[in-house]
Every structure is written in structure tokens, then in C-alpha cells.
């Protein structure tokens, strides 16, 4: 069986509940399975919002079962749900170190690990072409101020 179906078979125990005969009587001579594949095309958008099926069935005329159309009507004017934020990390110590790790500033290495820095800035000197973007992080390892040309 399908969620929808299962959906639309649970609000019908509840309504029948509700209303007794008076709710079934309304399709009286109909395929009640037909019945209920139209209350789930009509419904199809509220079967994964529990809360305004709900709302739907406080606004309900105590006296009179609904039809499909009055039923999926008034389930359009429950309240939009509330923005809920996100899950928490399952393992917030594992993601606060993982965020630590990543995050963490980048310090310039002395040494043989910044002589590319220092060849490139050699090469723009001498007067080859070298790109601006590319300079510009040489001379940032190397913790010094220049012009890109």
C-alpha cells in the first residue's frame, strides 16, 4: 500500500469516526475505493504536513462531513510551518575539530618552502611575463609589499 493511500485510509477512520454514517452515506452507490483515490489526488500536497491535516480537522463543520474539495480548502488555510533550523551535528566535538583544522590560519613557512615565491617575484624582476594574480601571492609569502606592474 502507498503512503498516499495509507494516508487517505487513516483520515478516513478518523472522519468516519467523527461523523459515523453520515460520513460513508455521502458515497452511497460509489466504488469506495474510487472514492478514496479522488480524496488522495485532492490531498496529495497535505500527506507529508501532518499539521495542516490537522488544523484541517479543528475547522471542521461538526454537523456536515466534508467533501474532498472542503477538506483539501481547508487544509490551504492552516498556518505556513515555522522555519525550524537544521540538525545539530550528531558529533559536535568531532565538527568543532574538524572546523578547527580547516579554519585555522595559515601560517607563511620560512625557508626552502617559500623559494618559489622568491624565484617568481626574481622572474617578473628580470622582465618576464608573469601572471598578476600569481605575483601577488609571491609577494604575500614572502611577507612583503609591491606593485603588480
Known amino acids: 500500500m502507498s503512503p498516499r493511500a495509507e494516508f487517505v485510509d487513516a483520515l478516513f477512520d478518523r472522519l468516519t469516526l467523527r461523523y459515523g454514517h ?41 454537523d456536515e462531513p466534508p467533501t474532498a474539495a472542503r477538506f483539501r480548502d481547508l487544509c490551504g488555510a492552516s498556518p505556513a510551518p515555522a522555519f525550524r533550523a537544521g540538525p545539530e551535528p550528531k558529533q559536535p566535538q568531532r565538527a568543532a575539530e574538524v572546523r578547527r583544522k580547516c579554519l585555522r590560519p595559515v601560517v607563511p613557512k620560512a625557508g626552502r618552502e617559500r623559494a618559489w615565491a622568491a624565484d617568481l617575484v626574481r622572474r617578473a624582476d628580470a622582465g618576464e611575463s608573469v601572471p598578476g ?16 606592474r
Do not use: N
Open 22 to 62: 453520515a460520513f460513508l452515506a455521502r458515497w452511497d452507490g460509489l466504488s469506495l475505493d474510487a472514492v478514496k483515490d479522488d480524496w488522495a489526488r485532492e490531498l496529495a500536497r497535505y500527506a507529508d504536513r501532518p499539521a495542516a491535516v490537522e488544523h484541517a480537522l479543528t475547522l471542521l463543520d461538526p
Open 133 to 148: 594574480y600569481s605575483l601577488r601571492v609571491a609577494l604575500d609569502a614572502l611577507g612583503r609589499q609591491g606593485s603588480l
